[in-house]
């Protein structure tokens, strides 16, 4: 039912900037039910500032497959599903630019973990993944790459489903259903 996505780019602009990396977990609403990942040629030089922050670097896309290469892969698993991820509308635009570029255009139904996790874990200093999988005490493996973040946004979606389902919690289950 849903496809937990994270994305590492060449810069802010989706309309500039390019993907060079692309995490996918397929969940279920109770587990991930599979996965895919792969760095992607961008077709440009990543920036230096983008190669400290992620650890991404021209080498390592030189001969990684280009957008359209995995656009397929992509479509499939996310068709009828919920494109979940933290701060949505960034990874999605991103997305959306890469399929347009192509001439196709994506839709998805969009999730956003950020947004949630303010409904639903009310009282937290900051909401960027780091900070709040750190109070929540969900390990994030490889921050600021696709795998890690994604993997992490799953763990948190998890949190949010049990938070919503929880009798406990009276107000997230009859003023935000997930499903």
């Known amino acids: 039912m849903f496809s937990i996505i994270d994305i ?6 989706y309309k500039n900037g390019k993907i060079t990396e692309i995490a996918i977990y397929q969940h279920n609403g109770q587990e991930v039910t599979d996965s895919y990942s792969t760095l992607i040629n961008p077709e440009m030089d990543i920036p230096f500032f983008i190669t400290e922050l ?5 080498e390592m896309v030189r001969t990684a497959p280009k957008f359209y290469q ?7 698993m996310t068709v009828g ?15 959306k630019e ?8 994506y839709h998805r139904k969009t999730m956003c973990t950020v947004k949630l996790s303010r409904k639903l874990l009310p009282g ?4 960027s993944l ?9 390990e994030i493996n490889g921050r600021h790459r696709a795998a890690g973040d994604a993997l992490a946004t799953a763990k948190l979606f998890d949190i949010l ?11 997230a289950v009859n003023n935000y259903k997930l499903f």
Request: hydrophobic share 30%; proline share 3%; charged share 25%.
């Open 8 to 13: 590492e780019t060449t810069g802010q602009s």
């Open 54 to 58: 992620t650890g991404i670097n021209n």
């Open 70 to 76: 995995v656009a397929k892969t992509i479509i499939e």
């Open 81 to 95: 599903r919920t494109f979940v991820a933290h701060n949505a509308s960034f990874d999605y635009k991103f997305i």
């Open 98 to 105: 890469e399929y347009a570029r192509l001439g196709y255009d």
């Open 124 to 127: 937290h200093k900051s909401y």
């Open 130 to 138: 780091g900070k709040l999988c750190a109070e929540l005490g969900v």
């Open 161 to 171: 489903v049990e938070q919503n389902d929880s009798p406990r919690n009276p107000k």
